[in-house]
């Protein structure tokens, strides 16, 4: 079996790239070649390719590449069928569509996103559904080598293929130099996610009054951490002051273009920070993302949507982006960070609340999941990563192997208990609070200076294995069992290109709000 699986949609491909497709398996053709020096097989699989899918298992071959369901069915006949360490999805959205989770929070107004575009249903063993709570428990390690949406000239697919086959680990400390930026609304929440990864977050860097003109000396550093406002199909990403609610640039891609090192790992809080948008739609210049990996980032961690998180502390946004930086800094693969990230996240509470199951759906991986950046801590009895350097030998390439799948054996474990055991969300058009609830709910965003809230109601779905769980809990703690949450949604005031919404999410018992959770528009 193939400890890695590169799957493609090869006529996708050919549609946007002609005759160039031969340059682009020639790239592929490299890369293999390089994780064999390494000591693990990679294998290429074309979706769309009846034959090779027939030899695979019952799914058909994808004839829509755009069709989420066609492609979540033949991305599962293929990993139940290789069961690899690594599955790596080749293309942007046009070769290999994300998958279309509905938003828990959508109102169509201070959050239009109908759907959360994910990429985590891949990493999921339940088949294909629009409903995020059916994907809580994530079992595989996934990232995506995309390449432009919309795309005409190969080279920028086949530079990230060079740069995953030529990629080499370095010392942690080579990663503890950091660029950490926020807005000044929200210095105090990435502040302690700089101080929860590197130790201290005194070298933040907060917008206004500060960026976009950021030194060559502050962007060469390789782990990037970064809490500002994005918006659909736009390159920059943005401040916001204190004292008016102005939005000024903060980072803008055509800024980085050949300035960021080789082997940088970015984690981006903002709205849409891994929305992988036809540069067409912004008059040719490809997103920061994109522009990340163009100049040899490693690995990029970003939002295909509107995300969320709170002004001071950390939740939704900061965590999942705090989990999987501090495992890249302790030498985890960037595949398994994420993994292990997702599965931190979905364990953090007893119930998934509607923010955080959109927060779940949304953050996307982009670079090859192999990549190990920060070199591991000896293992004492076997290499616990990926060689990055020259060829290793069968015994040690064996070795690996081992480690690996003891690794995957346990978070396949992991993410299966997950998904039995913890509640979630789910959107009720019947439940409604009370006059008095209401009246809490309305103070509450009044005094969070929400102007036109409205109320959104959840109950709270909890799989058989949870129930008798709670119900051991409340015997045992004579407490009460959570049973709805309510969430208002509504906007601050503030000006720029990026509407200021804030939600407040309140956890409900018998009618009464025993937890509150205030979040804003990243």
């Known amino acids: 079996m193939p400890d890695k699986v590169i799957v ?13 497709l031969k340059t682009i398996r020639s790239a592929l053709r490299r890369l ?12 290429l699989v074309a979706l769309d390719d009846r034959n090779a899918m027939k030899s695979l298992g019952t799914a058909p071959a994808v004839t829509d590449a755009t069709d989420p369901q066609e492609n979540k069915r033949a991305i599962d006949s293929v990993y139940k069928a290789l069961t690899p360490d690594y599955l790596v999805i080749l293309g942007a959205v046009d070769v290999v569509t994300h998958q279309d989770l509905l938003n828990p929070v959508y109102d169509g107004d201070d959050d239009p996103d109908r759907f959360a575009f994910s990429d985590l249903p891949y990493a999921c063993e339940a088949g294909y559904s629009r409903k995020p709570q059916d994907f809580i428990g994530p079992t595989r390690v996934v990232g995506r080598i995309p390449d432009l ?33 926020s807005t ?13 990864l590197f130790g201290s977050g005194d070298d933040l860097q907060v917008a206004p009054p500060k960026g976009p003109r950021w030194t060559a000396s502050q962007l060469k550093r390789r782990s990037h951490f970064i809490n500002c406002h994005g918006a659909d199909a736009d390159f920059r ?10 939005q ?66 950390n939740e939704d946004a900061d965590l999942i982006c705090q989990y999987f930086l501090r495992r890249v800094l302790d030498g985890a693969s960037l595949g398994r960070a994420f993994l292990e990230a997702r599965q931190e996240f979905a364990q953090a509470s007893a119930e998934l609340d509607p923010f955080s199951l959109k927060t779940l759906a949304q953050f996307t991986l982009l670079g090859d999941p192999s990549v190990v950046p920060v070199k591991a801590p000896p293992a004492p009895l076997a290499a616990s990563a990926p060689a990055s350097g020259p060829k290793v030998s069968a015994s040690a390439a064996k070795a690996q192997r081992v480690a690996r799948n003891d690794r995957r054996r346990e978070l396949v474990v992991k993410g ?3 998904s039995a055991t913890r509640a979630t969300a789910v959107r009720s058009t019947t439940l409604k609070p009370s006059s008095a609830l209401r009246k809490k709910l309305v103070s509450l965003a009044r005094r969070a200076r929400i102007r036109r809230p409205r109320i959104q109601s959840f109950t709270i779905r909890r799989p058989p294995a949870a129930a008798r769980a709670e119900r051991v809990a409340v015997r045992t703690r004579k407490a009460a069992t959570p049973t709805a949450f309510h969430v208002v949604l509504g906007r601050r005031r503030g000006s720029g290109p990026v509407p200021p919404v804030s939600g407040i999410v309140a956890k409900v018992v018998d009618g009464r709000i025993i937890s509150t959770k205030e979040v804003h528009r990243r």
């Not at 990230?160 to 990663?175: D, E, G, N, T, V």
Request: contains cysteine.
């Open 8 to 20: 493609t949609n090869m006529s996708a491909l050919g549609a946007k790239y002609g005759s160039e």
């Open 32 to 43: 293999i070649a390089a994780d064999k020096r390494r000591g693990f097989e990679t294998r």
């Open 149 to 181: 949406a919309g795309g005409t000239d190969a080279r920028y697919l086949v530079r990230l293929l060079k740069i995953a086959a030529s990629w080499r680990s370095s010392p942690r400390a080579a990663y503890e130099a950091h660029l950490g930026i």
């Open 184 to 196: 000044e609304t929200w210095k105090s929440s990435t502040g302690s996610s700089l101080k929860a």
């Open 237 to 246: 990403f943005y401040g916001e002051a204190k004292s008016d609610g102005d």
């Open 248 to 313: 000024p640039v903060a980072h803008a891609a055509p800024r980085l273009s050949g300035k960021i090192t080789t082997g940088t790992v970015a984690a981006v809080e903002c709205c849409y920070g891994s929305e992988l948008y036809d540069p067409g739609l912004a008059n040719g210049q490809m997103g920061i993302c994109s522009t990340y990996l163009n100049d040899g980032a490693y690995g990029f961690l970003g939002s295909t949507t509107i995300a969320y998180g709170p002004s001071s502390g």
């Open 416 to 418: 299966l208990t997950i």
